[in-house]
């Protein structure tokens, strides 16, 4: 009887996951469509706020699938450039980061930082901390993405920041700093357990009025 329990378990668990999935998936056709449709509307602040939103659903439905991405292997590991990661981040959201009120910066002193992972992760790992630089930078400064050859990759900004005493709890699964805001609160649980399962570290430094800066350290190859 106890071997039959967990083996519903498993099955709930399985069907779980998989409905997660597909549901990733089917959303993000729609969200695609409604995108290029409001892109193509006449420029006003009405098109830009839907544009926000629309940007939202895609990424919580990134983070859905980011949910069942995460189980990494070590045969999953390979060299990966933190140079190009960055980079690559920085040139693909910049016009997200500029339409919300921000510059967008990269900076980086070398050619290239290896480290081994998975490049998909760990892509999605500084993407989600952009985004949550643009939902919580107050809109105003630069968000600076800065590779440095100890092996470190940091996102910052120049927002309200953060009191130290959120400093641990928001890397809680839905936990969020203020109720109104309109995310679910996955994000940097999900940066936090990309970088666990690569065996690197990650902490936030910051303070009320000196905006935030999340730093992920990886072993460099």
Same mark, same amino acid.
């Given at each position: 009887?106890?071997?039959?329990?967990?083996?519903?378990?498993?099955?709930?668990?399985?069907?779980?996951?998989?409905?997660?999935?597909?549901?990733?998936?089917?959303?993000?056709?729609?969200?695609?469509?409604?995108?290029?449709?409001?892109?193509?509307?006449? #420029?006003?602040? +009405?098109?830009?706020?839907?544009?926000?939103?629309?940007?939202?659903?895609?990424?919580?439905?990134?983070?859905?699938? #980011?949910?069942?991405?995460?189980?990494?292997?070590?045969?999953?590991?390979?060299?990966?450039?933190?140079?190009?990661?960055?980079?690559?981040?920085?040139? #693909?959201?910049?016009?997200? @980061?500029?339409?919300?009120?921000?510059?967008?910066?990269?900076?980086? +002193?070398? +050619?290239?930082?290896?480290?081994?992972? #998975?490049?998909?992760?760990?892509?999605?790992?500084?993407?989600?901390?952009?985004?949550?630089?643009?939902?919580?930078?107050?809109?105003?400064?630069?968000?600076?993405?800065?590779?440095?050859?100890?092996?470190?990759?940091?996102?910052?900004?120049?927002?309200?920041?953060? @009191?130290?005493?959120?400093?641990?709890?928001?890397?809680?699964?839905?936990?969020?700093?203020?109720?109104?805001?309109?995310?679910?609160?996955?994000?940097?649980?999900?940066?936090?357990?990309?970088?666990?399962?690569?065996?690197?570290?990650?902490?936030?430094?910051?303070?009320?009025?000196?905006?935030?800066?999340?730093?992920?350290?990886?072993?460099?190859?």
């Amino acid at each position: 009887a106890f071997n039959g329990a967990l083996r519903r378990l498993d099955h709930g668990y399985e069907r779980h996951k998989r409905f997660l999935t597909d549901a990733a998936h089917e959303l993000r056709t729609p969200i695609a469509i409604l995108q290029t449709r409001l892109e193509g509307l006449i #420029d006003s602040g +009405d098109k830009e706020r839907l544009l926000e939103d629309v940007s939202r659903l895609a990424t919580l439905a990134e983070q859905l699938l #980011d949910l069942q991405r995460l189980d990494l292997h070590p045969e999953d590991m390979a060299p990966v450039d933190l140079v190009g990661i960055g980079a690559r981040v920085a040139s #693909d959201l910049a016009p997200l @980061a500029i339409m919300a009120g921000y510059d967008m910066s990269f900076v980086c +002193d070398v +050619d290239k930082v290896q480290v081994l992972g #998975d490049q998909a992760a760990l892509e999605r790992a500084v993407i989600n901390l952009v985004q949550n630089a643009i939902a919580h930078g107050g809109r105003k400064g630069t968000i600076t993405i800065h590779v440095e050859p100890s092996g470190a990759i940091s996102v910052c900004d120049e927002g309200p920041g953060i @009191a130290a005493e959120h400093h641990e709890r928001i890397f809680e699964p839905f936990h969020r700093l203020q109720a109104h805001n309109r995310g679910v609160g996955l994000g940097l649980n999900i940066v936090r357990e990309i970088v666990q399962r690569h065996k690197g570290r990650i902490a936030v430094s910051s303070g009320p009025g000196k905006g935030a800066c999340f730093r992920m350290t990886f072993t460099v190859i």
